[in-house]
């Protein structure tokens, strides 16, 4: 907008204005501030005048201030009754806020995943990227694997069928007959 890449725009409303709509913004504030005050100190009267009549104790028999001192107990008794009940109240109403925002959260907070690009790494530049200046020599996988030649194999195929099925050997070997075949071979050798 400014030509003039560095500096800031200049301001449309003088800096004595400014100054002075600022004062006049804290004084009105300060003046709702006092009447919020008043509102709630009246109000703070008018509910106790209409709970707790004035009390006139001159000239009362001892009787009659006994009775009087057990009404103004139980009256305590019922404000403190709804006392909690408002504090239980305001708990659960919180709790339920609570729990509100977070799914809130979780609802807002969803997002979608993107869709990631596949990328060919070596394993060299994988463990580059995962050791740093710690990753040595290459990591060629297929040099380090055994060659097997063909007729490795056969020869393999071969000599597993000569040695039979294991089943076999065992259960010839169980009970007390196994144990006898096991000395006499034993013995035979010696």
Not at 9 to 20: F, H, T
Not at 130 to 137: D, F, I, Q, W
Not at 142 to 158: F, G, I
Request: charge should be positive; charged fraction near 40%; proline fraction near 3%.
């Amino acid at each position: 907008m400014n030509p003039k890449g560095g500096e800031k725009p200049k301001s449309k409303i003088s800096a004595s204005r400014k100054l002075s709509l600022k004062m006049l913004l804290l004084t009105r504030a300060c003046e709702d501030l006092d009447k919020e005050r008043l509102d709630r100190e009246e109000d703070k009267n008018r509910y106790l005048g209409e709970k707790l009549p004035p009390l006139q104790l001159s000239g009362l028999p001892l009787d009659e201030l006994k009775n009087l001192v057990k009404q103004l107990h139980s009256k305590i008794d019922v404000v403190d009754e709804e006392r909690y009940d408002c504090e239980f109240k305001v708990g659960k109403h919180n709790k339920d806020i609570h729990e509100l925002k977070l799914k809130i959260q979780d609802l807002g907070g969803k997002f979608k995943k993107p869709a990631l690009r596949k990328v060919r790494v070596s394993a060299d530049e994988m463990m580059r990227a995962l050791l740093g200046s710690k990753h040595k020599g290459s990591m060629d996988l297929r040099a380090n694997l055994k060659s097997v030649k063909k007729e490795d194999v056969k020869q393999d195929k071969v000599t597993g069928s000569e040695v039979g099925d294991w089943r076999k050997n065992v259960e010839a070997m169980s009970g007390m007959e196994g144990r006898k075949k096991m000395f006499d071979t034993a013995g035979g050798a010696q």
